[in-house]
């Protein structure tokens, strides 16, 4: 069965960086839909961005010009880079794949605190 | 607040039967299929309804979607102690060109 695996969460400050990468098994990043998913901390689910079909990539309003998605075909991983980091994306970031939510990875906490 | 609303929680007795609602509008529910994903305590969520109300290999048949206009609808029938979990509905948004979630229900056995 497919498996995702996040990494590279971490405390980081306002303003600052991190790049997350998903690692996927038994799934082919570059054929498929894949998505990022936030979970702030006792709240609900947020979408954050997606790729797909010839890199096409969509973000949420509250990340767009901060975030970027991307991947890497040969290593079958994606990635979500983080620049402008503000408390409010403090949350679980998840790894998603598949056009339908199919597959989601265990998350990875991202913290952003002074 | 949500794209799409649903309930803050839901509740029934074991073998009951539960119904959450997703409210949504004509760019995202009215327009496109929804999808609903089940969140257990301390885990990832997973998905639970396919469009037209197929289940993904595993998912017991006592879970069931449907739609109407711009609203849509799990149903738990059966209710057992292992489907106390949060829910979540989802559909694709034309307007937004983002897809949407619901702030989800919290599903307890009395």
């Known amino acids: 069965e497919a498996q995702l695996v996040e990494t590279g969460g971490g405390l980081v400050r306002p303003g600052g960086s991190l790049r997350l990468s998903c690692a996927a098994s038994?799934?082919?990043?570059?054929?498929?839909?894949m998505s990022w998913v936030r979970q702030a901390p006792g709240k609900g689910l947020e979408w954050v961005s997606l790729?797909?079909?010839?890199?096409?990539?969509y973000y949420a309003d509250s990340v767009k010009g901060r975030f970027t998605i991307s991947r890497d075909n040969s290593k079958n991983m994606m990635y979500l880079q983080m620049n402008s980091l503000r408390i409010e994306d403090t949350a679980v970031y998840y790894c998603?794949?598949?056009?339908?939510?199919?597959?989601w990875g265990q998350g990875t906490l991202v913290t952003v605190s002074s | 607040q949500s794209v799409l609303t649903q309930p803050p929680s839901a509740s029934g007795t074991p073998g009951q039967r539960v119904t959450i609602s997703c409210s949504g509008s004509?760019?995202?529910?009215?327009?496109?299929?929804v999808y609903w994903y089940q969140q257990l305590p301390g885990t990832a969520p997973k998905l639970l309804i396919y469009?037209?109300?197929q289940r993904p290999s595993g998912v017991p048949d006592r879970f069931s979607g449907s739609k109407s206009g711009t609203s849509a609808s799990l149903a738990i029938s059966g209710l057992q102690s292992e489907d106390e979990a949060d829910y979540y509905c989802?559909?694709?948004?034309?307007?937004?060109?983002?897809?949407?979630f619901g702030g989800g229900t919290k599903v307890t056995l009395l």
């Open positions: 998603v794949g598949g056009s339908s939510f199919d597959y």
């Open positions: 038994e799934f082919t990043v570059s054929r498929n839909y």
């Open positions: 790729i797909y079909s010839g890199d096409l990539t």
């Open positions: 004509t760019s995202n529910i009215g327009s496109n299929t």
């Open positions: 469009p037209n109300n």
């Open positions: 989802a559909a694709w948004d034309d307007s937004l060109n983002a897809w949407v």
